[in-house]
């Protein structure tokens, strides 16, 4: 049995919904919140009952801070931004992370989040640090890491290791040894990280694809607020609030005369005056209106106007993908139907 590293409890917190793991009493190491904006705020529910008073996210693709001060103002953050390219990380950014969770442990009562997307190598190579930082050896740094979270590859390990060894003035004895420690427990605890990464992507689910229906006019507005302000976020008013509605889903813009654009989603739904839900999107796509033979379901969505209706496969495919002619298909003066988007995404997912 593994030991706790120095200052953890012997039965720290398991999370159910949220995908964090306590290395000790006070720090925590793990991945993102989900895309679903349900799930997500159900998982933030469940690390601010766990205590976590901080959290620092490593991602350089996006962030969570706009929903965290939302949902859970009080809970500081940090965006600590970095690549995951398997490129060295120099030492003033492991410098400016223990710093800034030194003051948050400042407070004794203050437990702090690391993640990253994954929480397979940049929030346990960053943990590593801080850890070492605490005063907690090498390789029972390395091993409370892995015992909490089995996934962690810490492929950053070494600049963490170098990052320490310099702040230390550890002389070249001492950096020899902490090197060779480092590559030995490697060696003997390695991981395969494509199988990890491929286990882990297996479970999420692809984006979702909407269906928002705009009046005549709403299309020459939107243009007119993209002309104005460039590519900013507008939001679009609801009806509902779908539970399956996640960041990045797809929109489909349909007025009565066809398919006029797309949007991507960049938040929950929000409520606004007077008594309006409003989707905030940020539109890819504005086009003349493409006319198109509607499944019967989207007919009858269509003839009821609920905002938003979320897209099967089929519906999906039928809405944006044309099929070219063989050559017993009569032939327009375009030559082909063709897809109605330069950019229109696989429906794999």
Not at 8 to 17: D, E, G, Q
Not at 169 to 181: E, F, H, I, K, V
Not at 282 to 291: E, I, K, S, W, Y
Request: hydrophobic share 45%; with cysteine.
């Amino acid at each position: 049995m593994t030991e706790p590293a120095p200052g953890s409890s012997a039965s720290p917190t398991v999370f159910v919904l949220a995908n964090a793991n306590f290395v000790t009493d006070r720090l925590a190491v793990g991945g993102d919140l989900s895309p679903r904006f349900s799930l997500a705020r159900q998982q933030l529910d469940e690390l601010v009952a766990a205590g976590i008073t901080h959290i620092v996210d490593l991602r350089e693709e996006w962030s969570d801070e706009t929903l965290v001060e939302g949902w859970a103002p009080e809970v500081r953050y940090l965006h600590h931004r970095v690549a995951d390219a398997g490129q060295k990380i120099g030492g003033p950014w492991f410098g400016d992370l223990v710093e800034w969770v030194d003051a948050a442990m400042a407070d004794p009562s203050a437990k702090v989040l690391v993640h990253c997307h994954m929480g397979v190598n940049r929030a346990p190579s960053a943990t590593l640090a801080i850890l070492l930082a605490q005063g907690t050896g090498l390789r029972p740094a390395l091993d409370a890491i892995r015992s909490a979270r089995p996934v962690a590859v810490i492929d950053y390990a070494s600049s963490a290791l170098a990052w320490y060894l310099e702040s230390t003035g550890a002389d070249a004895r001492t950096r020899r040894n902490a090197r060779r420690t480092l590559a030995r427990w490697l060696k003997a605890n390695q991981l395969d990280v494509v199988k990890v990464i491929r286990s882990i992507r297996d479970t999420e689910h692809p984006p979702n694809r909407w269906l928002v229906h705009l009046g005549p006019d709403d299309p020459r507005a939107l243009a007119g607020v993209l002309a104005e302000s460039g590519d900013v976020a507008v939001g679009l008013s609801m009806h509902t609030c779908p539970e399956q509605l996640s960041q990045l889903d797809e929109v489909l813009f349909l007025t009565d005369q066809g398919l006029v654009g797309r949007a991507l989603v960049v938040g929950p739904i929000q409520p606004a005056e007077p008594h309006a839900l409003l989707l905030p999107v940020v539109v890819t796509n504005l086009f003349d209106p493409v006319a198109l033979d509607l499944p019967a379901t989207v007919e009858e969505w269509l003839s009821e106007g609920t905002n938003p209706r979320l897209l099967e496969r089929a519906e999906y495919g039928s809405l944006t993908v044309r099929r070219l002619p063989d050559a017993a298909d009569p032939v327009d003066g375009t030559g082909a139907l063709a897809d109605v988007s330069e950019s229109s995404p696989p429906t794999t997912g």
